[in-house]
């Protein structure tokens, strides 16, 4: 006799979500953009387009060197054209002066033209130390940065540290012959010429070395000679005022103009992928409303 075996009868379910996939809805047709009760707080900022690093909240790195090169080169451009206009207004006074010293030889003056020339000679010889220094500032930060966009680029560093670049600049003596080879030692960098080849200074370098002698050895005349006495040293002394401040304008548009090359030479931008637009008006233009809040949001 056989022992007896229980029976059990084996159900399969599928697991749970295990089903027939579900039927996609058919797409209807469009009926135009979403609207929004009240406006959407996201999106872009409502600004226009500027550096990265100007718009807050934002986490940009910091401006490629390029760019801070052609910043440096605008403010240095801008003190350097306003201490040619203030110099050549300085000249002007210094000029009127040595007129007015002419006519009194004759005769006597009138107090208020002389009060005016004083005035006029007192305020152009402010604003040219005070646009000088501007100058001078904005132009050794412009070549800074040059230095190390020039060195980025020719692929070897400077011969001259950084910290020689002031010094040069108003130590005597040495600030006849070192500026200009600072120049000279950039414009090599910046033409991409080899680091064992010797400097050899463009026209432009070599006029812009004479202009900035000149301007040194003008100056430190003028000063000197201010401590002579007589009237023939006085009227001789702003001869030396007018010829001072003329090498000074001279000065400053021709160290303008090697800003502006160098920079264009290190960060040159291509004209026919930059197009500079302006809006001047907008036409017909409608009046955007602002919908009331809903009491719900007011809180």
Do not use: C, K
Request: hydrophobic share 50%; proline share 10%.
């Amino acid at each position: 006799m056989q022992p007896h075996r229980p029976r059990f009868d084996w159900v399969a379910t599928p697991p749970p979500g295990a089903g027939a996939p579900p039927a996609r809805p058919r797409r209807g047709p469009y009926t135009g953009p979403p609207a929004y009760r009240t406006p959407p707080r996201w999106g872009f900022p409502a600004l226009a387009w500027r550096w990265p690093t100007a718009v807050s909240g934002l986490d940009a790195d910091e401006p490629a060197p390029v760019d801070r090169l052609r910043r440096r080169g605008r403010l240095a451009s801008s003190a350097l054209w306003m201490l040619a206009a203030v110099a050549l207004l300085a000249a002007g006074a210094e000029a009127w002066r040595y007129v007015l010293l002419l006519l009194s030889r004759d005769g006597a003056l009138s107090r208020g033209v002389v009060e005016v020339s004083d005035s006029l000679v007192v305020t152009g010889a402010v604003l040219a130390l005070v646009a000088g220094l501007l100058a001078l500032l904005g132009t050794v930060w412009w070549l800074s940065t040059a230095r190390r966009v020039a060195a980025d680029v020719a692929g070897y560093d400077p011969p001259r540290p950084d910290w020689q670049v002031l010094p040069a600049l108003v130590v005597p003596l040495v600030n006849l012959v070192v500026p200009g080879s600072l120049l000279a030692e950039l414009e090599h960098a910046v033409l991409r010429r080899p680091e064992a080849e010797r400097p050899r200074p463009s026209p432009l370098v070599r006029w812009w070395w004479a202009a900035w002698a000149a301007s040194v050895v003008l100056f430190t005349v003028t000063v000197v000679w201010r401590f002579r006495s007589g009237v023939q040293a006085e009227a001789d002394g702003v001869l030396l005022n007018v010829l001072t401040d003329l090498a000074a304008a001279a000065l400053a548009i021709a160290t303008e103009v090697v800003v502006a090359r160098f920079t264009a030479l290190l960060a040159p931008v291509d004209a026919n992928e930059v197009r500079r637009v302006r809006v001047v008006r907008v036409n017909g233009a409608p009046e955007l409303g602002l919908r009331p809040r809903p009491a719900s949001s007011r809180r």
